[in-house]
């Protein structure tokens, strides 16, 4: 087996994931060649993971990486949601393999220029649509493909972002503004329109939703609530969101965004709590939640209708956990998911109900391939995939291709715009999408 070589612009949290399962799991199929990140030490943290650690180089940023010849054979492209057209469209026209990061782009005529460049060249293009390379989602999928639910006529899903994800992603962190990132539904839930869309099988033809930022603001802050957590806020006891709670029961959510706390973690420690006080007294994950510029909706329900009759729901809300899916379909029905794997008590990830017996079968997903939570297994998924799909002849039959992560990303996108403009949005003849000036 040949190896194939990863470089990759944009080191942080994604791309360590990535390439330390890639470099852990299978070391004789990949080897990291090269990175590039302004924060110089993501890059170098890459370094330990090469079959040859001195012969791996680091750049400053993108454009200095992609200055030079090829370099591997596959490019990671981790960076920022605002920062992937540029680099991945450099990278295909120097000859690489992309595995490019969701969102594909944060404007649908990006996107649709990448996959059409992508064909054009002839690259293979896998968006990191994880949940497609998950063991509840492809079990489902292949239980659709089955026949054993009959015509699919209608799917229920619902994705719980969990209220303290959601304040650190939505409200104080990334993704909390539309012009600086991508819409909400856009930068969460493009995985599940993205499911939605496969699970369908057939294009989408009209798009509404409704939904809005409710909570999050300043009308909704307790009285004398002051901007920072760390000022001494009076409702520092009760408040779900404050942020002090970084130093204990949150304290995951650190490594992400702190580099002082991730620099501790490479050393086998934590950061001491002062400095990571201090560093709340000034990063934007200090704020109180009430307090900050953000604008991301944190509720909204989308409703889709495909070319096949076929209708959707999709519920984001701050204010639940984890992901739920209902498929109805002519002979029977399949519900799964968080609710079922977590409250139920039923020790099932889904059930299926057979409508001509009424008989329920219930079903467990692995918990060695991931079980349900988080990404469910999904990363360890796509990295499994990675090489696979990096070898097809046709770079359309990947999984994950960027040709079809198209119209689960239209259909992101096209929410945020019936949302915003309150009216139903038709899809058909979506290359050249709705033709409305102010859609994003
Ligand atoms: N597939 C998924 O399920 C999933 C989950 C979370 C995030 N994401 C997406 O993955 C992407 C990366 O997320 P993350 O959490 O790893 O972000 P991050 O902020 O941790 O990492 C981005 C890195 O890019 C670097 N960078 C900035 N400009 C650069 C340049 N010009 N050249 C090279 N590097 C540059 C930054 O310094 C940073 O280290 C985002 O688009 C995000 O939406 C996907």
Redesign the pocket.
Known sequence: MSKRTLAA?????????YVSLAMTHWRDRFDIVAA????RE??ERLRSFAHTPASFRV?????A?LAEERLADIMII????T??VQ?CLAAMQKGYDILL???IATRPADILMLADTARRLGRRVMV????RYAPFYDQVKQCVDSGQLGEIRSIHASEGVGPWHFAHSYVRG??RRSDT?CPMIV?KSC?DTDILAWLIGDPCISVASVGSLSHFRAACAPVGAPARCTDGCPHADTCPYNALQYLTAQRKWLA??CDREQDHLDRGGAAPDAEIREWLQQAPWGRCVYRCDNDAPDHQTAQFQFAGGQTATLTVTAFDDGRNIEICGTRGVLRGGHALRHRAGLDADYMITDHATVNTTYHRVDEQSGGYDG?GG??YGLVSQLYDEMTQPDPMAIRASIHRAVEGHLMAFAAEAARLHGRTIEMSGRMGMWSDPGSP
């Open positions: 612009i944009g080191c942080g949290g994604r791309t360590y994931t590039a990140d302004p924060i993501r890059a750049f400053e940023n993108d454009n990486l981790g960076t920022q949601d920062h992937h680099p990061e969701k969102p990191c649509h994880v949940l990334h993704w990132s930068a995985h992400y965004v990404h999904g990363d």
